[in-house]
């Protein structure tokens, strides 16, 4: 979800200025998520100059108040809506830079798996942390945004488990044909 979307969402049960967008984001992803305070202005201009929000006259501290339009509301609908199921997934770091690392001269990628995973196991032990204190203290986001965090993070040590199990194989077997393509790996 974009901070486009986010926004207009945001904005479905009243009007609010930009601080208070930025603060209700933040309140709602559990701070995961900080937000630029400018990219949420920016955020807004784009989206009033679309039709999809309408400011008021600025009050007494000069804020103005953004107001979603009959436009906004469509649009928040559609989105909302529409499954997002793409069939190209989205830029994932640890799974471009296990790969990169496969191939690279002087690298050892089971040693970039194996630190990528220590460092996933540490993050999970806090994410399981915060997510009983989101419920200890009732906080229905948190603990849904933690759940996430923690199922995409499990995700991710399930697949440098597989990642550590087929380097290891390949370096117990031949060389495997790699298409024409050097294989470094195997070293």
């Known amino acids: ?14 009007p609010r200025h930009g601080y208070q967008l930025r603060s209700e984001f933040e309140a709602r992803t559990a ?3 900080p937000l630029n305070i400018g990219q949420v202005y920016s955020t807004l201009e784009r989206l009033e100059r679309d039709g999809m929000v309408a400011s008021g006259e600025a009050d007494g501290d000069g804020r103005r108040a953004f107001g979603l339009t009959p436009t906004g509301r ?4 559609r ?24 191939d690279t001269e002087g690298i050892d990628a089971l040693q970039v798996v194996q630190a990528e995973r220590s ?3 540490g993050a999970l032990q806090g994410r399981r942390r915060a997510h009983r204190d989101a419920d200890l203290n009732g906080d229905m986001a948190a603990g849904l945004a933690f759940d996430a ?7 991710e040590l399930r ?29």
């Open 159 to 187: 697949w440098l488990d597989i990642c550590e199990e087929r380097i290891l194989a390949r370096r117990r077997t031949p060389d495997p044909p790699t298409n024409g393509r050097p294989n470094k790996e195997h070293a």
């Open 74 to 77: 469509e649009e928040l609908t």
């Open 1 to 14: 979800m974009s901070v486009r979307d986010s926004l207009l969402a945001l904005l479905a049960s009243g």
């Open 79 to 102: 989105f909302l809506l529409e499954p997002g199921g793409e069939d190209v997934p989205t830029r994932d770091g640890l799974m471009l830079k296990v790969l990169i690392a496969i």
């Open 149 to 155: 965090l923690i199922t995409r993070t499990e995700s």
């Open 31 to 33: 701070g995961i998520w």
């Open 119 to 121: 460092a996933r196991m």
